[in-house]
């Protein structure tokens, strides 16, 4: 996680006031602008949305690009740090077995199980986990799916359960955050982030870890 009042004093020095709305955008299927969109809320600012298909989706309207980049007008951007969204790895190794959370993990297929592990030192996955690999909220033309669509698709991961017992990991904190912003466009609102992720899980050997399918 970055320092938050970094954050917010680099935002501030990019425009971003009280009343500013942020939209975030990307070429990468929205993985970092849902990222950005988790991290203002969790610095207590909530306008913030996502393009939802991102640069490519404007191109294909004909939307104009510039390539000019503006100069920013600095302003005070305050911190209202919002802790509750996100856990840290003792309250997820204390949850392992309990019914009150439900572990996602955002990674592709191959990484949850153990294979083609390449970022990290340790393959495998945190034991109890369920892989709900992020591409998996997109159409083919990169837009999010329909949020009935979506609803329908998390509501059989969490089995109908609350949406606040629900956990989100990835690999390191980022692509957790497009489940995020998928269960919150689904309407299933109040999951939260273990920003550490299986980097932070798998660099400690007492962790327990498992490896191939759920």
């Not at 077995?97 to 572990?103: C, K, Q």
């Amino acid at each position: 996680m970055p320092d938050p009042q970094l954050l917010a004093d680099k935002l501030g020095s990019l425009g971003v006031a009280p009343a500013t709305q942020v939209v975030a955008y990307d070429a990468s299927g929205g993985m970092f602008a849902a990222r950005l969109w988790w991290l203002l809320r969790w610095l207590g600012h909530d306008k913030v949305a996502v393009l939802n298909g991102g640069l490519p989706a404007w191109t294909r309207l004909g939307q104009p690009l510039d390539t000019v980049e503006p100069t920013a007008v600095a302003s005070h951007f305050p911190l209202h740090l919002q802790n509750g969204m996100k856990v840290d790895a003792d309250y997820v190794l204390g949850h392992l077995d309990s019914p009150e959370m439900t572990l996602i993990d955002a990674r592709a297929p191959d990484r949850f199980r153990g294979e083609n592990e390449t970022l990290d030192p340790v393959g495998g996955h945190i034991p109890g986990a369920i892989n709900r690999f992020f591409k998996d909220n997109l159409e083919s033309d990169g837009c999010f799916k329909q949020a009935s669509e979506l609803q329908e698709e998390f509501g059989k991961l969490i089995k109908g359960g609350d949406a606040h017992n629900v956990v989100l990991q990835c690999g390191s904190g980022v692509t957790a955050c497009h489940n995020l912003l998928a269960m919150e466009a689904a309407g299933l609102d109040g999951a939260r982030l273990y920003a550490g992720s299986w980097s932070e899980w798998c660099a400690d050997p007492a962790r327990p870890i498992a490896t191939g399918p759920d």
